[in-house]
């Protein structure tokens, strides 16, 4: 096999389907791929997690496992369950770097316990966008310092544990109304804003030795009016690189999201990263076969060999691909004890008492705590990509389990808009009616339909599990600042009284 084959496959961190290696990638792992990245489709336990990395290691011990793990609202490892742990914004606005750090490490123990080598997180854009439909409460918020102490707290807690964190989206993706799974988001920023704003977290997350930055799929005109940041040399070699001083490995985002296949397509995109300056490709969604995973590789030797890409330039991103896996190396020992203290169950694990910290409440002067079973109603949304639609969410649950005979319903626009809005106020009638939702601010059904209830129900609870925006509503209105379990647990503690 030609060198240049080697380093091709070495960029490249395919996604697979199944809960078991496919003999195609266990060839090419033979071969000398680089990377896997794993989904919620590919998981079904810990212990089965843990079987299919080894396996995995086993075909190549060099190969960087990597997963999509905020925890919070975006979660792969307990997709099932939901998360254990609040996610950002929930922490940023406990504002305790230290908790970021215990809450990060905890996330490294199990990802140690797992077998997984990089973590696709944090999140460190900062959400100065109240419209953004993709970052939202997987920011730590929409203040760049604030942003910055949390990212470099999370970063160190969780490489403590062996586990490379990725900061993302380079260069922020918090500014923006459009969702780059689906569009091409234009952050419309001048260098001074971008300075001041967007780069202080990737700063902070860079001295405390993140080691991998994730590109983000969005035109920043102010440096590049032509390319995604993903595909510009300028943003990811000048401003990155020479800039800031970053030496460690540049990944893409999901490389098939529909911002930036639809203009390049993936082959096209995939060797315009490079060329630009990224070392990995993530390459997951519904292109995980291994025609593509081929495609892929052959489209970068056929670049070099026509000169649309250097060679030096594949050489150099296989290099810091090693790089990584030399450093994990070096981490063994620490992911041996990180996954030891995970499997023993210890009982202090920070998720639900961070979650609790996390509550904010306000309350009208006659409010009182509920004691009797209450009508809860919780209004889906539409959730972004990032978020598993199948992880469970609500204080519907929690309440439950406080108050035996709640009783729990679920409104989608159609039905809150078409006739189920009276049934659930009717359900309600003689009990005390609890409203959950999720970025109420962003949704302008959402917000009739509240307004509605509460010209009726003025006496309701309502439960804001988004990214809080306007004032608050309701005889009492919490904001737990994320949906994991956690966050619902302690939302129903506040509203019995019990926190």
């Known amino acids: 096999m030609d060198q240049v084959r080697i380093w091709a496959d070495a960029v490249l961190q395919p996604g697979f ?15 000398g791929l680089g990377g896997v990245v794993l989904f919620s489709r590919n998981i079904v336990d810990l212990d089965q997690l843990a079987g299919l990395t080894a396996a995995l290691k086993a075909r190549n011990p060099a190969v960087t496992v990597a997963v999509d793990e905020e925890s919070g609202d975006v979660t792969r490892l307990d997709v099932g369950s939901g998360s254990t742990r609040p996610g950002n914004h929930a922490l940023g606005a406990v504002d305790d770097p230290d908790l970021t750090a215990t809450v990060a490490a905890d996330i490294g123990d199990q990802l140690a316990a797992a077998g997984v080598t990089l973590n696709y997180a944090p999140t460190v854009d900062v959400n100065n966008n109240p419209d953004n439909p993709v970052i939202g409460v997987r920011s730590f918020g929409a203040d760049p310092e604030l942003v ?15 586990i490379a964190a990725c900061a993302k989206h380079f260069p922020g993706h918090g500014d923006t109304d459009v969702d780059s799974h689906h569009g091409l988001p234009r952050v419309v920023a001048d260098l001074d804003r971008l300075s001041r704003v967007e780069l202080v977290p990737f700063r902070a997350a860079i001295a405390a030795g993140v080691r991998a930055i994730m590109t983000a799929h969005l035109l920043l005109p102010a440096l590049d009016p032509d390319l995604p940041a993903t595909l510009s040399p300028r943003i990811l070699t000048d401003l ?12 893409t985002d999901g490389i098939e999201m529909a911002s930036i296949r639809a203009q390049y397509g993936l082959t096209g995109a995939v060797v315009r990263a490079i060329a630009a300056g990224a070392d990995a490709v993530c390459v997951g969604g519904e292109t995980a076969d291994e025609e593509t995973a081929v495609r892929l590789r052959d489209a970068l030797v056929d670049a070099v060999h026509t000169g649309t890409l250097a060679e030096e330039r ?47 409440t306000w309350r009208s002067a006659d409010a009182a705590p509920v004691t009797k079973p ?47 809005l009276p049934l659930a106020l009717s359900a309600a009638s003689g009990r005390p009616l609890v409203l959950v939702v999720r970025d109420a601010h962003r949704h302008v059904w959402l917000g009739d339909v509240l307004r509605a209830v509460l010209a009726q129900r003025p ?16 005889a009492m209105h919490v904001a ?7 966050c619902g647990q302690a939302a129903a503690e506040v509203l019995t009284g019990a926190l």
Do not use: C
């Open 314 to 360: 594949l050489a150099e991103a296989a290099g810091r691909v090693a790089a990584l896996a030399d450093w994990s190396a070096k981490q063994a020992g620490e992911r041996t004890e990180a996954g030891r203290r995970w499997r023993a169950g210890h009982l202090d694990r920070p998720g639900l008492a961070a979650a609790r910290r996390a509550v904010r």
């Open 17 to 31: 389907v199944g809960v078991t290696p496919p003999e195609w990638l266990e060839r090419r792992l033979d071969e």
């Open 480 to 486: 737990t600042h994320g949906s994991s379990p956690v």
């Open 374 to 420: 209450p009508h809860v109603v919780e209004f889906t949304t539409e959730v972004n990509m990032a978020i598993d639609g199948a992880t469970p969410w609500g204080v519907g649950g929690p309440l439950s389990a406080i108050l035996p005979g709640t009783t729990v319903e679920r409104l989608d626009r159609a039905a809150a808009t078409n006739g189920g």
């Open 459 to 474: 006496d309701a609870y309502v439960v804001e599990m988004g990214v809080p925006g306007g004032d608050p509503v309701g």
């Open 148 to 162: 910055a102490r949390h990212a470099a707290a999370w970063v160190t807690g969780l490489q403590s544990r062996g």
């Open 240 to 251: 990155l690189r020479n800039d800031l001083g970053y030496t460690g490995l540049i990944v």
